[in-house]
């Protein structure tokens, strides 16, 4: 599976928009981005996955360029309850593991 | 609230002792996963379960043994661990193997003493 790249951290304002980036240069055409997340003391929760088109759900937007070579996790409102490690994971359809890389640690401040 | 289940949701253990992992699920999923998650640091997968047989082992030492007694039931069996292991132990499942989504229990948080 490809690798993935991710800033570390980040802060968010709460009722705005959280952007996460994820860069992931060497995907392939058969690969899928996937986005979960992390709540503090919880397991990791599926947000939203995509292969080309852009996708939205009840959770978050992912916008992907037109290259695959990066993607962006868009959280619209966000709030408190955001605050979260986000992973962004490249995995070919079928594939047997789910491998996390180190996520991106969003805080949202009041 | 998860749809899959782990318990305990806290364990201690000393060293000699034998201890279980329990992880529960109706969905309907056929695959069913451990991973291992130090503090700060990403989960790791340990084992796969794809139709109740082992499908993926990680090089885990045997000291970790699992067990998959039906379509519903995930455990992991810990004896003679190492302080090392002191970990969150998280239990996942998927509809089928190698798709998504995963759905993660919260974990048990074990110490080993």
């Known amino acids: 599976d490809a690798k993935t790249t991710q800033p570390p951290s980040m802060d968010c304002a709460e009722g705005r928009a959280a952007n996460l980036p994820c860069n992931h240069s060497?995907?392939?055409?058969?690969?899928?981005v996937y986005w979960y997340r992390q709540i503090h003391s919880q397991g990791p929760q599926y947000i939203i996955h995509?292969?080309?088109n852009n996708e939205t759900n009840e959770m978050a937007s992912l916008i992907i360029t037109e290259d695959r070579k990066s993607s962006t996790l868009i959280l619209p409102h966000a709030t408190l309850r955001d605050t979260a490690v986000y992973y962004c994971?490249?995995?070919?359809?079928?594939?047997?593991?789910?491998?996390f890389g180190q996520g991106t640690r969003l805080t949202i401040n009041p | 609230d998860t749809e899959v289940t782990q318990t305990p949701k806290h364990l201690v253990m000393g060293m000699t002792n034998k201890k279980s992992l329990k992880c529960e699920q109706h969905?309907?999923?056929?695959?069913m996963y451990w991973y291992k998650q130090k503090a700060k640091k990403p989960p790791e997968l340990m084992f796969v379960?794809?139709?109740?047989?082992?499908?993926i082992n990680e090089s885990v030492p045997s000291r970790f043994s699992p067990e998959c007694p039906n379509s519903s039931l995930l455990n992991l069996h810990l004896h003679a661990l190492q302080p090392e292991d002191s970990a969150l132990y998280l239990c996942?499942?998927?509809?089928?193997?190698?798709?998504?989504?995963?759905?993660f229990g919260n974990g048990t948080r074990l110490t080993v003493t």
């Open positions: 969905m309907g999923h056929r695959a």
């Open positions: 379960y794809s139709y109740e047989k082992l499908s």
């Open positions: 995509g292969l080309k």
């Open positions: 994971i490249v995995r070919v359809a079928g594939a047997q593991k789910l491998v």
């Open positions: 060497t995907i392939s055409g058969n690969e899928y």
């Open positions: 996942a499942s998927s509809q089928v193997w190698g798709q998504s989504p995963l759905h």
